[in-house]
């Protein structure tokens, strides 16, 4: 029986360390895919502030330019960039995962303070191939936009 004993043990050993190895392996793969995303926002963040609102739209996945028009994207940034001005200090707040059929899809919220107010920023982004692609984007603010 002692023999027995062991053979589970080893066993169930042999268990807990293919757990840990595949539990640290998809924490792993996350926070890669959250660094990505990351690096997602400082580069939509550079391009905002450079006025490149066509290059941020052809850069989008394609499931955001099919629900949104060049025209009408662009003008939403350019309108959102003339009223805040530049990025001064992006904070991020919180961060998302989900993986889905069509890939992984990495959610960020910032709390992103401008030339001229301050905002919550959330970000959507598909992350393939170690590329984010933009799927979404809003902007929740406290004080009118009006100038």
Known sequence: MRREA???????????????????????STMRDVAIG???????????????????YAEAAPELRNA??????????????QRLGNVKDPT??????????????????YQTKFDKAAVRET?????SGGKALLLGYQITYNVPLTQ
């Open 123 to 127: 970000f959507t982004w598909r992350v």
């Open 68 to 81: 949104n028009t060049h025209d009408d994207f662009v003008a939403f940034l350019t309108s959102f960039h």
């Open 6 to 28: 062991r053979i589970a043990m080893r066993g169930s050993l042999g268990c807990l360390v293919l757990l840990a190895l595949l539990l640290s392996a998809g924490c792993g």
């Open 38 to 56: 990351r690096a997602g926002v400082t580069h939509l963040h550079q391009e905002m502030d450079a006025g490149q609102f066509d290059e941020i």
């Open 92 to 109: 991020e707040t919180g961060f998302n995962v989900n993986w889905t059929n069509s890939g992984t899809q990495v959610l960020l919220t």
